[in-house]
């Protein structure tokens, strides 16, 4: 998938839920209770990222908290 910007204003939920599976896919493995992005056994990464698939938050601010 080519992404010219990730912002929630050029972007629809669908493309959204791709980007931010795309960016966990790339170790190759489950996100679920791993830690090896210092999620240290957190939970669902997806439910993390939740804000930004639903458009109420961007990803950079997720990342900064």
Do not use: H, W
Not at 11 to 18: H, L, M, S
Request: charged share 30%; with cysteine; net charge negative.
């Amino acid at each position: 998938m080519e992404i010219k910007s990730i912002l929630i204003k050029d972007t629809t939920r669908e493309e959204r839920i791709r980007i931010v599976q795309e960016g966990l896919n790339q170790c190759g493995g489950a996100c679920d209770f791993c830690n090896g992005c210092d999620n240290l056994g957190g939970g669902s990464m997806d439910a993390f990222y939740e804000p930004y698939i639903n458009g109420e938050k961007e990803l950079r601010e997720i990342n900064e908290e």
